[in-house]
């Protein structure tokens, strides 16, 4: 890096004031916001106002004039600018509707055309849009459901949940987001969707699986057995002879799908032995042999 | 990003009072919301180019007014502009991704 006493040109002997006073006549030239088209005004305001930050400091310049500090690193680090964000769409808002080129639009010529143009697009451009979350029951996301939203204005907003909507689905609610700043139709409100776990259903795409405990007598003899579904309880029947792990399939108890119909719902039974020690069964097995030929380790055996 | 008051006030150490000023004079004009207003990261710069003029430049607040005002017609006429020529990209947008 250069001098800092050349970079402001001024005398090594110069005032705090003379220093100041040089820095605002080079700052007002090359601060980066009043010379938002031009890169090397930046780069020059950089090295201005790093020079200024050493100089203006009593101690760092006598360091600096005694030697004892060099001007390495003196550079301003390069702050946010208003430039950077005057022309994003939230800087947008302070743009002035035309007044810095009003009479251009007026004439008939390529650059009227073109900034009348303009006009109309910033007034027609839509707001913007807005996020919203939104968690809903298991059952809700299955069936769907309208739901009501409080937005921090106050007011609200409701959301028709489709049936068979997923974790992670967002909503577009059309019209919904900021009004737009000119004539142009407001944003859309999109609304991210999370789903509560549920007690006993569990969803596998456009499946619904649950586990259904019975007794040994149930899994034994078989029978009908009154199963939960989405939809409310149906009767399904156990086969005989069914196993913990057995699966019913119950066709078109599962989610609906986009396209139309519905998914199944997977019933996995887990037989369930008394908890309460039961004397009455204890005594019927121990007097019941399964026979030489049964053995449910039998695959097991090497 | 949307920028509470708070964090606002704290990011641009400023205080209450000259906030409201500066809004009252429409050197900022935050997005209007219940309870209070909400600021983006232009605002959060305008504010830094604000200081800038006020501070270092020593610019008067009358100053500061016709500056702004010039700045924001730059700014209009260069988005004016680089939209008509159509290599305009935006640097940052506040908007959400589109779903």
């Known amino acids: 890096m250069k001098d800092p006493y050349e970079i402001l ?72 600018y208003y430039k950077d964000y005057a022309e994003a769409a939230s800087g947008r808002r302070y743009q ?150 057995t699966t019913l399939r119950l066709k078109g108890k599962g989610v609906p799908k986009r396209g139309g119909g519905h998914g199944d719902e997977l019933v996995k039974l887990k037989v369930m032995v008394p908890s309460e020690p039961n004397p009455e069964l204890e005594t019927f097995l121990s007097g019941w042999t399964p026979g030489s030929s049964y053995d449910p380790r039998r695959d097991m055996q090497s | 990003m949307i920028i509470t008051k708070t964090e606002f006030l704290l990011r641009t150490h400023l205080d209450q009072q000259t906030l409201e000023i500066w809004i009252q004079e429409e050197w900022l004009s935050p997005e209007q919301a219940d309870p209070e207003p909400l600021f983006s990261e232009a605002d959060l710069a305008r504010a830094g180019l604000i200081r800038d003029l006020q501070g270092d430049l020593g610019v008067n607040k009358e100053g500061v007014g016709v500056i702004l005002n010039l700045v924001d017609q730059i700014h209009s006429l260069r988005w004016a502009l680089s939209n008509r020529i159509g290599n305009h990209t935006p640097t940052t947008d506040d908007g959400p991704e589109p779903a």
Do not use: C, W
Request: hydrophobic residues 35%; glycine residues 10%; aromatic residues 4%.
């Open chain 1, 96 to 245: 002035s509707a035309s007044s810095g080129f009003d009479d251009f639009a007026q004439q008939d010529d390529f650059l009227a055309e073109l900034l009348r143009r303009r006009e109309q697009q910033a007034r027609r451009a839509p707001g913007a849009d807005r996020s919203y979350e939104l968690e809903v029951d298991f059952l809700d996301a299955v069936n769907g459901a309208t739901r009501r939203i409080t937005l921090p204005d106050g007011s609200s907003l409701d959301v028709t949940i489709p049936p068979g909507i997923e974790e992670g689905q967002v909503l577009r609610l059309r019209g919904k987001g900021a009004p737009s700043r000119g004539e142009g139709p407001p944003g859309d409100a999109l609304v991210a969707i999370t789903i509560r776990p549920h007690r006993f259903f569990k969803r596998e795409g456009d499946d619904i699986t649950l586990e259904l405990p019975i007794t040994i007598s149930e899994a034994v003899l078989g029978g009908k057995v009154k199963v939960p579904t989405t939809t409310g309880a149906v009767m399904a029947t156990v086969p005989k002879g069914s196993n913990t792990g």
């Open chain 1, 9 to 80: 040109g001024v005398a090594k002997t110069a005032t705090p004031d003379e220093i100041r006073s040089a820095y605002r006549k080079l700052a007002k030239k090359l601060h980066p916001d009043l010379n938002p088209g031009d890169k090397s005004a930046e780069e020059k305001f950089k090295q201005v106002a790093g020079a200024y930050d050493l100089l203006s400091d009593t101690e760092k310049r006598r360091r600096f004039d005694a030697g004892e500090i060099d001007a390495t690193g003196a550079e301003r680090q390069h702050e946010r």
